[in-house]
């Protein structure tokens, strides 16, 4: 097998508040090849910014790692120092953070900002990094480059400022670029956009780590779909075998939402219940609440993540036994 | 772009100009509708009726209130603020030397406030919870909350008359503007570190220096390039309006440490009921603060783009 662009195994990250340790992440494992698009869906809190986080070495205090790995082709980042990690940072691992009106420096050009990347990463001539990122604006689709470098964010739409975030986190080549809910604020058009702009960045030879809460998203751009709940992967399949074959109740509850979505029916398909409280979990399976197939072992234990195909896993106990018969 | 950039400035030209007016007739009105008639006061108590009749109409003062205004405002364009009454020498000879002496102390404070207060608030921010920060916003508490009069005998013991390393009060040179200047700045600089502290944490905590940081920054490098312009705006603002503070707190510290300043001119020209002097000296501190005002405004507009269209 060829050697993965990031590999995460067992990853706990945590934060450390008053009111105890919030596990925000929680055994998560994922592999992301080159140039595959990898998506990662889940209710809001479930951590999925976190995940991106801990691989971008940019966890807030009080959070931190707790333990496992995260290997960029095969280099550990989880013990680099943070000098090492700034100079990984933007050059091979970039983010495209979740909101895109804030994201950007308010009294500083555009232009200035993306062009910064360059100059930080590379020893190149003034003139030449800002070349470098008029080409990379045009790529992204911003109309009349030369004018907008010139611009400050808030003259730009929202679909050109994330579109700016974008031609930021592409313009060293990364070799890995985790974009946290790209195009939730954005309207449908440039949504489908920003889509066909991030599947020909993959196309181009990058890894990309989608996150979203919107499984059609997710559909249209991912070859592998991570599941998350509360802090846990707890299913992970290929996009065609998760719509085709879903296991996890939860996963087949977010499914139902997004049908109900497309059939525009009346009555919008949730799944009844809240996300518990990641600072005092429930013992057994953290979906127990919510799930309509619960059975007592549920309650008690905690299910393992378990292998039901190729690369199908899931995370439950009536998985389990289905498996077994 | 050029062309309402210009006219944003010609507008609050216009402002200020228009508030120069303003305060100037305020003064003018309030002035005269002090009880007793100043020229009699000048004359003292045996002065006969028609003297004072006749000096009050060789001042003019026998004219209507606005007619005696507009005769001021014309004079005061020419430099001519009238003649002081108590000291028998045109105004504008007077205000000029100590205007020139309280800018100088109000400039020695501005430096020491500013200087001291991002310092203290920025080491403060970043080392937000050790003994650092609270150390220095204990000095600053401090210094919001003393008097300025009590912090300027405090410092005049200490440091003039116990160690001797200063002189005690009077100008004779520079060093004479040091304990002047931390008294009158003191106070400024503790409301610009507190300013300056709770800005730069607040803007750390934005998502543009998440993204800045994700881009391969050094912290330091995120702190100076992306927070602290950002982090900046509020405080000059602040800054500007202090300086107007300044003006005001240096009448007291001119009286203490003897500085022959605008401040302790207009002290003696309200003892004296010296109209036209204290006019001069209103009118002049008007201007600076009126245009403290309008310079911390360009200054606001060149720094955040946001305002910059719409001003
Ligand atoms: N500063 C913090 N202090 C304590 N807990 C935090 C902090 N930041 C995040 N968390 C916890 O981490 C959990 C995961 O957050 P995360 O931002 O990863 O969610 P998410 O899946 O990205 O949600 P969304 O879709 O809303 O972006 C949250 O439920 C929250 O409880
Ligand atoms: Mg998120």
Known sequence: ?325 | MRGSVAQGVLRRLLYALIAIVGVAALVFVLLRMVPGNPVATLLGEHADNETVERISSSLGLDQPLPVQFANYLLGALRGDFGESYTLGKPVSELIGPAFVNTLWLALAAALVAWVVGIACGLFAAIRKGTIVDRLFMGFSLLGVSLPVFMVSMLLQYVFARYLHWLPVAGISDWTGYILPAIALGWGSAGSIARLVRSSIIEVLQQDYIDTARAKGRTNSQVLVLHALRNAMLPVITLMAMQFSGLLSGAVITETVFSINGIGRLSVQAIAGRDIPLLQGTTLLCTFVIVMGNLAADLLYNVCDPRVRKGA
């Open chain 1, 1 to 325: 097998m060829t050697q993965s662009t990031l590999e995460v195994s067992h990853l706990y990250t945590s934060f450390f508040s008053e009111r105890g340790e919030i596990k925000a992440v929680q055994d998560v494992s994922m592999r992301i090849g080159k140039g595959q698009v990898v998506g990662v869906v889940g209710e809001s809190g479930c951590g999925k910014s976190m995940v991106a986080r801990s691989i971008m070495g940019l966890i807030k205090k009080p959070g931190k790692i707790v333990s496992g790995s995260i290997l960029l082709d095969g280099q550990e980042l989880t013990s680099l120092g943070e000098n090492e990690l700034c100079k990984i940072r933007g050059k091979d691992v970039s983010m495209v953070f979740q909101e895109p009106m804030t994201s950007l420096n308010p009294t500083m050009r555009v232009g200035l900002q993306v062009q910064e990347v360059v100059s930080i990463h590379e020893n190149v001539s003034k003139e030449e990094a800002r070349q470098r990122t008029l080409a990379i604006l045009s790529a992204v689709g911003i109309p009349e480059v030369k004018e907008r470098y010139n611009a400050y964010p808030h003259e730009l739409s929202g679909g050109l400022r994330q579109r700016v975030m974008i031609a930021m986190a592409m313009v060293m080549r990364p070799r890995l670029l985790i974009a946290d809910e790209p195009t939730t604020a954005l309207d449908a058009t440039v949504e489908a956009q920003i889509i066909a702009l991030l599947r020909q960045l993959a196309d181009n030879g990058t890894s990309v780590l989608i996150i979203s809460h919107n499984l059609g998203v997710i559909a249209q751009l991912a070859d592998h779909v991570y599941v998350m709940y509360a802090g846990h992967v707890v299913e992970s399949a290929s996009v065609f075998e998760l719509f085709d074959n879903p296991l996890h109740p939860y996963t087949l509850g977010l499914l139902r939402a997004v049908s109900s979505l497309r059939s525009q029916s009346k009555v919008l398909q949730t799944i009844p219940g809240i996300v518990p409280n990641l600072a005092h979990l429930p013992v057994g399976c953290s979906f127990a609440p919510r799930c309509d197939k619960c059975m007592a072992r549920c309650t008690s234990t905690q299910p393992e993540l378990v292998a039901v195909g190729s690369g199908h896993e899931v995370r439950c106990h009536l998985t389990k036994r289905v498996d077994a018969q």
